[in-house]
């Protein structure tokens, strides 16, 4: 069995990474920020050093009622994206 460790947000931690995006060149818009769901977990997609001093992610989103994730850039400081992410062990079994 393989364990696989990915990056994760709650909406909670999302809506703070979305408060920090701000300024910045990438996120999620105000409508979007709306249909999430209250209790999903998104998760990180990809990531890279943006500028030198920032993370670009690529998150997908749970959204309210939906069985599809949304695709959301975003940038963020590294210490807003180490503060309100988590990694998490997801099992293949």
């Known amino acids: 069995m393989n ?5 994760v947000a709650t909406t909670p931690e999302f809506y703070a ?10 996120g ?10 209250l209790d999903g977990v ?4 990809f990531q890279m050093l943006h500028n030198d ?4 992610a690529l ?3 749970k959204l309210i009622d939906s069985e599809h994730a949304a695709r959301v850039w975003m940038d963020n400081g590294p210490a ?4 309100f992410t988590s990694l998490t062990k997801v099992s293949d079994g």
Do not use: F
């Not at 001093?53 to 670009?56: G, H």
């Open 80 to 83: 807003a994206y180490e503060h």
């Open 53 to 56: 001093k920032e993370w670009r």
């Open 17 to 26: 990474l979305a408060q920090d995006s701000i300024g910045r060149n990438r």
């Open 3 to 7: 364990n696989t460790m990915v990056r």
């Open 42 to 45: 998104h998760v990180l997609a």
């Open 59 to 61: 998150w997908l989103c």
């Open 28 to 37: 999620p818009s105000d409508e979007l920020l709306k249909t999430l769901d």
